[in-house]
């Protein structure tokens, strides 16, 4: 097979020159799907990043809302506290004057 310039194979030519564009088609392609993926990649990171830190600015919230709680309820636990024993306080004295006041009276009666 020859060509009306004498050279064989023509279609040889034509199809390894096919081929050449297929692949160069297939490379720059490739190139353009690699450049999606890490474009995808690294958006996929500075999500779980961006997740990352809100995660731990919720679970820092949650805690110090916790602690606020609890320091409330803390608080009302003493002051509770200090307010009956207070009163304690006020019903022992007051005790106090009482039997003072009886063993006084029973001494001072014993003694004539």
Same mark, same amino acid.
């Given at each position: ?8 194979y ?17 490379? $720059?392609?490739? =190139?353009?799907? /690699?450049?999606?993926?890490?474009? *995808?990649? @690294?958006? %996929? +990171?500075?999500?779980? &990043? ?7 600015? $919720?679970?820092? =919230?949650?805690? /110090?809302?916790?602690?606020?709680? *609890?320091? @409330?309820? %803390? +608080?009302?636990?003493? &002051? ?10 006020r ?8 039997? *003072? ?12």
């Amino acid at each position: 097979m020859t060509n009306s310039h004498g050279l064989p194979y023509v279609g040889a030519l034509d199809a390894v020159r096919r081929i050449e564009t297929a692949l160069t088609e297939r490379d $720059a392609a490739r =190139e353009a799907s /690699d450049s999606v993926l890490d474009a *995808a990649r @690294a958006e %996929a +990171e500075r999500l779980l &990043s961006a997740a990352r830190v809100s995660g731990v600015r $919720a679970g820092e =919230e949650r805690r /110090d809302a916790m602690f606020a709680r *609890a320091n @409330a309820d %803390a +608080e009302v636990i003493r &002051s509770g506290g200090d307010a009956e024993a207070r009163q304690l306080g006020r019903r022992v004295s007051a005790e106090q004057d009482v039997v *003072a006041a009886e063993f006084t009276a029973l001494v001072l009666n014993e003694e004539p």
